[in-house]
């Protein structure tokens, strides 16, 4: 059992993406989710520390995404080196708990990694929240890119597609 949630081969898939960076707070950092003629979603943009930012993000419309019983998120990347967080959120809020796993893929090409839900933590504006719910995979609404932890400097995130399993 399986479910394909994102398919950024399809050249319309991004479109229902928008960044959420550190401009929120006051910071000057900047991404987008774009589409590459190559077949593919890319998130670039660049993190600024200045102002008392750090992160850029983008983040999808909210649908039904879930699969009740799934274990893993499987995605498929071609990244920089640097280290990226998937966001899985359960309702469709701009600002509410969300569920995040951290991924560091390997540079030179395209790689499928496995994050398994019982990894993603649930937080709130960038802190852990004790005592948090479990991941429900079933609830599933909408699904975020995130870069932060201080790197500072450009950056690129291809994303081929986003699945259940």
């Known amino acids: 059992m ?3 949630i994102f398919d950024f081969t399809d050249p319309h898939a991004a479109e229902t993406w928008q960044a959420i960076d550190d401009r929120v707070m006051g910071g000057l950092s900047r991404s987008t989710l774009r589409q590459d003629p190559a077949g593919h979603a890319a998130f670039e943009g ?8 750090g992160f850029a993000s983008v983040r999808s419309a909210p649908g039904a995404h879930g699969l009740a019983g799934a ?5 498929e ?3 920089d080196g640097k280290r990226f967080k998937l966001s899985l959120i359960t309702d469709d ?10 991924f560091m893929p390997a540079g030179g090409g395209w790689h499928v990694l496995r994050l398994p839900l019982q990894d ?6 960038g802190r852990e929240v004790a005592g ?4 429900d995979p079933a609830r599933i609404r909408q699904a975020g890119l995130l870069i932060g932890a201080k790197q500072a400097g450009p950056f690129e995130l291809n994303i081929r597609r986003i699945s259940l399993a």
């Open 132 to 135: 948090a719910p479990l991941l």
């Open 46 to 53: 660049t993190v600024s520390l200045e102002r008392n930012g």
């Open 77 to 79: 990347v071609c990244g």
């Open 93 to 102: 809020a701009f600002d509410s708990i969300n569920y995040q796993c951290a």
């Open 120 to 125: 993603f933590r649930a937080s709130f504006r």
């Open 71 to 75: 274990e893993a998120c499987i995605i």
């Open 2 to 4: 399986s479910k394909l």
